[in-house]
Each structure stands twice: as C-alpha cells, then as structure tokens.
C-alpha cells in the first residue's frame, strides 16, 4: 500500500497495481504538496523545503537518497 508520508496527511493509494498506486501518489503530490517558485537553480540541482521550513539547493541524487547536509521535507 502506499501512503503520503507528509506530515498531517492522511493520502493512502486506492490501485488496482503497485504501479497505479505509485502514479497516484505522484499525482496527489504534486497536487498536495509542491508549489512552484522563482528561483535560478542549476542543472542537476533541486530546492528542497528543510525541517526548519527554509529552502536548500541541492544536487538531485542528494534530494533522491536524503543524503544531503539538510534533511528534505
């Protein structure tokens, strides 16, 4: 089953598929929790929103796998 892991959300995936509920999921983020801002960011880089709530630039491997210095959101 998948679920939002975002803080105070309930999202769970109703899916035919493993596949389906993974589309789903991208769907409802995009939908829920990502907002689109003005900002020069480099190629291969992504901004992500800390636990402190401040934006960081970071390589996209960084982003995929939380190893960066700031925990992604």
Known sequence: MVRCEQEN???VAIAP???AAWRQYEE?????H?????ADVPDG???????DG?????????????S???SPE
């Not at 409802?28 to 829920?32: F, G, K, P, Q, S």
Request: aromatic letters at 6%.
């Open 9 to 11: 959300c309930g999202w």
């Open 17 to 19: 598929s493993e596949q």
């Open 28 to 32: 409802h983020v995009l939908a829920e």
């Open 34 to 38: 990502v907002e689109s801002v003005e």
């Open 45 to 51: 880089h992504v901004q992500v929103r800390t636990d």
């Open 54 to 66: 401040e934006w960081t630039t970071m390589e996209i491997e960084e982003a995929k796998d939380g």
């Open 68 to 70: 960066g210095d700031e």
